[in-house]
């Protein structure tokens, strides 16, 4: 048996997708902190209970056994920018952001996809975490599209195409008439066209020993040359504490070097990053000659068009 590796552990408890919030809680004397959290879950409908965990290390752990109050602000596919910004660690994490104030003056971000008021419950020792779990008494189901985070990126929801069953007990004419206008409807066919498309081309990729995101990483930082951490952040869609574990991994592979610190940190490609990031193109250009070869450059113009036309 191999020794338990944390890192492992952690990046294989990444292929659980989960949402992302910001949980956040006022003291009574004023004091107001909110952290990014993707460990929220549910725990009971009678009463309505939830829980999420914070590191026992973390410096907002006063913060929250003092709060009367905690609120989750469960973050809409479009705020990155707030799990971010609260994943980092600030003097006022609260200056320039849009919010009001719930029970408890626990700070209620807007926009969200959901928010759930709660009073402190219990808190239970969860190893190198307290687990806290609140008791709801007030929430908000706006219904944007949530945020997802998953194998250490951030991703969104896409539904589900479903599944043609083996044994239809169906009519005849029900199943052809469902044929028919699922055939007819694009953003169907678009769903079904990509998942085909990835169910194909992500082995090659993840052939090469990378993680998607860590694939992503070398072919951006290809193109720009170099690029500051956050920009690059940014531009994949990648928690903070991902990127760096990330990073690790590129440098250990002696892709990747990084120069200076904090706020100017940037990074560059070595020579062996530039041609790991050059066969990561290949496998991509090669994959999208085997499906879309078989069209006339006048079709893939059309295609093209129609594609941005609906972005």
Request: proline letters at 4%.
């Amino acid at each position: 048996m191999t020794a338990f590796d944390p890192k492992a552990f952690r990046r294989a408890l990444g292929n659980f997708a989960t949402g992302v919030t910001v949980i956040t809680a006022c003291t009574p004397d004023g004091v107001k902190t909110g952290v990014t959290a993707n460990s929220f879950n549910s725990v009971s409908l009678d009463p309505a209970l939830v829980l999420w965990s914070i590191m026992k290390t973390s410096g907002s752990v006063e913060i929250f056994e003092q709060a009367s109050h905690f609120a989750v602000n469960i973050l809409a596919a479009d705020q990155i920018n707030l799990s971010n910004h609260f994943a980092r660690p600030s003097d006022d994490k609260f200056a320039g952001v849009d919010y009001e104030s719930g029970f408890g003056n626990a700070p209620l971000l807007r926009d969200c996809a959901a928010r759930f008021q709660c009073e402190n419950y219990q808190r239970l020792d969860g190893g190198d975490h307290w687990i806290l779990i609140g008791k709801v008494v007030a929430f908000d189901d706006i219904g944007r599209a949530p945020l997802l985070y998953h194998a250490g990126a951030y991703s969104a929801v896409i539904p589900h195409a479903g599944a043609k069953p083996k044994n239809p007990e169906a009519n005849a004419e029900g199943i052809e008439k469902n044929a028919q206008r699922l055939h007819d409807n694009l953003y169907y066919q678009m769903l079904q066209g990509v998942k085909r498309y990835q169910n194909s081309y992500q082995p090659l990729q993840l052939a090469t020993g990378l993680r998607v995101i860590e694939a992503r990483m070398l072919m951006t930082l290809n193109d720009f040359g170099s690029l500051l951490a956050r920009e690059l952040e940014e531009r994949i869609g990648m928690p903070d504490q991902d990127l760096h574990a990330a990073l690790e991994t590129l440098k250990r592979k002696e892709w990747l070097v990084v120069s200076g610190e904090g706020k100017d940190e940037r990074l560059s490609l070595t020579t062996a990053g530039i041609e790991q990031a050059e066969t990561l193109w290949q496998i991509a250009q090669e994959r999208q000659q085997q499906v879309f070869g078989q069209f006339s450059a006048d079709e893939l113009a059309a295609f093209r068009k129609v594609l941005n036309a609906i972005q």
